[in-house]
């Protein structure tokens, strides 16, 4: 989100329906789009302790598990629209470069994302931290020493992506046009086809 796509909207609609149905969640406002905006790149069980506090952590981890399940089931009927230009870019990159998704999703979304894009035979591997138990910043280097990479690069929108990448030991290229402002990244692009000019890094 905020990189390939911006489910915000949709995920807000989910959020607000859980809640209403649920016996044990209570919040004074609506989750919106705007919020989530601020809140996604953090792990799930961190945006679940943002927005609801009053919960126990083992509620809150609880009504996480059930919210996300029913986010995927619901994204994967009806899908965001890929940023343009999101879903052609990467087929292109992926002609002569592999491809990885790392986030801080729960699992399944990414999955969810390359079915919706079509772009199963585009992405060489991805990881999330319900795959390995760890964070951005682990999983990052997973998929370095999983695939033995020589090179590589992150494209993140927030703030907490340029972290995770510099911890991991690897160059940041900001998507300027995503949720988040980065004060000093090693790169910016304004579209996600202007990856296709770094394509050469």
């Not at 390939?4 to 406002?29: F, M």
């Not at 990885?100 to 729960?106: H, L």
């Amino acid at each position: 989100d905020g990189t390939l796509w911006d489910s915000t909207e949709k995920v807000a609609a989910i959020y607000n329906r859980t809640i209403q149905e649920s016996q044990n969640v209570l919040r004074d406002t609506p989750v919106t789009a705007e919020l989530l905006k601020k809140e996604f790149g953090k792990p799930m069980i961190a945006i679940g302790y943002d927005l609801f506090p009053e919960l126990s952590k083992d509620a809150c981890r609880s009504f996480m598990t059930s919210l996300c399940s029913r986010e995927n089931q619901m994204l994967a009927q009806d899908p965001p629209s890929p940023y343009p230009g999101a879903v052609q870019t990467i087929r292109t990159l992926s002609l002569t470069h592999p491809v990885f998704i790392v986030s801080n999703c729960q699992g399944g979304y990414i999955e969810l994302f390359i079915e919706a894009a079509g772009l199963s035979g585009c992405i060489s591997g991805h990881l999330c931290p319900d795959d390995t138990g760890m964070e951005k910043a682990g999983n990052i280097r997973e998929i370095i020493s999983r695939h033995a990479l020589s090179a590589a690069v992150y494209v993140g929108d927030t703030f907490g992506d340029f972290l995770a990448t510099k911890e991991a030991g690897i160059e940041f290229i900001h998507a300027a046009y995503g949720f988040g402002k980065v004060p000093d990244p090693d790169y910016i692009i304004n579209q996600p086809a202007d990856l296709l000019k770094l394509s050469n890094l």
